[in-house]
């Protein structure tokens, strides 16, 4: 029997070689909605080819729209977050796929629509 994701990760933490995180789950609402006036918004990641702007291609493009409290920067809650891919037309580099996890998707994950009312 093979052991699971939970025995991979202990083991590796215990081995004092690795640390082991794990993906947190996502939240709708962080806190509890108030009379303190918010605001909106949104973080934004672009994953790219390599790092020159002229020549290199945008292969991830992500967004998360939140609402917030600009005094103490207080988040309340995630409003949405969508993600695109876009293929470069070329090899995505393993250097590349080690930094930014994206590697070759198929053609129905790449340049899937805009979420309507956001762009």
Same mark, same amino acid.
């Given at each position: 029997?093979?052991? $699971? ?9 215990? &081995?004092? *070689? ?6 947190? !789950? ?7 909605? *108030? %009379?303190?006036? @918010? ?5 934004? *990641? ?7 702007? *002229?020549?290199? @291609? ?8 939140? !609402?917030?409290?600009?005094?103490n920067g207080r988040i309340y809650k995630v409003l949405g977050s969508w993600?695109?891919? !876009? %293929?470069?037309?070329?090899?995505? &580099?393993?250097?590349?796929? @080690? ?6 998707? &198929?053609? $129905? ?11």
């Amino acid at each position: 029997m093979e052991p $699971t994701l939970e025995q991979m990760a202990r083991l590796l933490a215990e &081995s004092g *070689d690795y640390r082991v995180t794990s993906r947190l !789950e996502a939240l709708a609402e962080y806190h509890s909605s *108030d %009379d303190t006036p @918010k605001l909106v918004a949104a973080v934004v *990641d672009v994953e790219t080819t390599r790092t020159n702007p *002229d020549t290199d @291609k945008i292969i991830e493009f992500g967004i998360c729209l939140f !609402e917030y409290e600009r005094l103490n920067g207080r988040i309340y809650k995630v409003l949405g977050s969508w993600e695109w891919l !876009e %293929d470069p037309g070329l090899s995505i &580099s393993p250097e590349i796929t @080690k930094i930014t996890a994206v590697r070759w998707y &198929s053609p $129905t994950d790449i340049n899937s629509p805009a979420p309507s009312g956001i762009i």
